[in-house]
């Protein structure tokens, strides 16, 4: 029994430690993020361990002493989360305060919160053909906004998954999340390398949003206020099609953890990394940077911000292994001198896809942030 004991409370110390360190595959990840987000509910089987049995002999002494490590370790994000929750809260309030008569909108993070089981109710959904290409059918899921009356702000949501996977599907917790709150959510596949190079993932956007806003009506959406949003590869669609400015409908864009300067995800690509981002860079491009420049250059929001660029929500993890958070970083210095309104909130703990489990630490800073900026922008 106590080896048993012994060997679970290393296992728990082990992957608690995913929590401090970068990781070097896609395994290591997905267990990182599962440490850092789901880590109170792995904090309670520490906690287990701790109590479980008789301490007879010194390698049960020592189990205890690894299992407390490693329940500290879980519960250290939600912790930092508290922490981080005022600096959250006091750069939203001045770049993106409330707007008058809005629906209030819960705390950037609530400990009891993170223990949540029930989820959300969903609301009514309607798949939705937008486009054709090449005899394939482009569709989006409209989430209809849980409103009484008038027209809801309308966020349109691009999926990630390195340019040549992902699916409409992926955000669907957090789509019947904002919906249930009032805002609408248009969830669109778009064409995926390799044969949807760029920049036709940002002509399917286009023609979506245009298609949404001739549908208004029926919708109950405002056609004049449209939000962008992706993640990481979809939040380098939303971040390179917002920066230019050109869409009078879009009022603003949000972005997790996106490349947005491709430049300079090539010259620091390692063959190494767990996605090979050089391989999907060149098969999403059309090549190199030296073989296609002007491919770089119109996917790169970094080098297209102007004064007409719209207002940006930038949210990145410190420790995110996928994409430096350099690149949202230096997106949000480009923001800054341009002087286009914006927030950049760099979560200490967070790895790539931290908002995965909606009510952990990331999950809620990202979408209370998110609801903050949407009603601020398109209300």
């Known amino acids: 029994m106590s080896a048993v004991r012994f060997v679970f409370a290393l296992l728990c110390l082990l992957v608690s430690s ?7 595959d896609l395994f290591l990840w997905q267990l990182k993020v599962a440490a850092t987000e789901y880590g109170h509910w792995l904090a309670l089987l520490a906690i287990a361990l701790i109590f479980i049995g008789r301490r007879q002999s010194f390698l049960d002494s020592v189990s205890v002493l690894l299992a407390i490590a490693a329940a500290a370790i879980f519960l250290s994000t939600s912790v930092r ?14 770049a993106f305060p409330a707007s008058v008569g809005a629906p209030k909108v819960p705390g950037p993070f609530s400990f009891l919160r993170i223990w949540t089981l029930s989820g959300t109710k969903p609301v009514e959904v309607q798949t ?9 059918a482009l569709e989006l899921d409209f989430y209809y906004a849980d409103v009484h009356s008038g027209a809801s702000p309308c ?9 040549d ?11 019947h999340r904002l919906a249930r709150r009032g805002i609408s959510v248009a969830a669109l596949d778009y064409r995926l390398a390799p044969d949807g190079t760029w920049p036709a993932p940002a002509e ?5 949003i245009s298609m949404l806003k001739g549908q208004a009506d029926v919708l109950a ?11 990481s590869a979809g939040g380098q669609i939303a971040e390179a099609v917002a920066a230019t400015g050109t869409i009078p409908e879009v009022a603003g864009c949000v972005a997790l953890y996106a490349p947005a300067d491709m430049h300079f995800a090539f010259k620091y690509a390692d063959k190494k990394d767990i996605l090979d981002s050089g391989k999907l860079l060149k098969q999403y491009l059309g090549g190199t940077p030296t073989d296609a420049r002007a491919a770089y250059d119109s996917a790169s929001a970094y080098g297209l911000v102007s004064r007409k660029t719209v207002p940006m929500l930038l949210i990145h993890g410190l420790n995110d292994e996928l994409v430096w958070y ?3 970083q230096r997106l949000a210095e480009r923001l800054e001198q341009n002087g286009v309104k914006h927030v950049y909130l760099e979560v200490p703990w967070a790895t790539h896809a931290f908002d995965h489990n909606p009510d952990g630490p990331g999950g809620q800073l990202a979408l209370w942030a998110i609801e903050r900026f949407v009603r601020s922008v398109a209300q």
């Open 18 to 24: 995913l929590v401090l360190f970068k990781v070097p």
């Open 81 to 94: 989360a508290l922490l981080f929750a005022p600096t959250a809260r006091s750069k939203m309030n001045t």
């Open 128 to 136: 939705i053909e937008y486009n054709q290409f090449a005899g394939k």
């Open 155 to 163: 966020l349109v949501l691009i999926h990630g998954g390195g340019w």
């Open 165 to 175: 996977n992902g699916s409409r599907k992926e955000l669907s917790n957090l789509s």
């Open 204 to 208: 399917d956007v286009r023609v979506a």
């Open 221 to 231: 959406i405002n056609p004049k206020k449209f939000v962008l949003m992706g993640r």
């Open 326 to 328: 350099q690149q949202s």
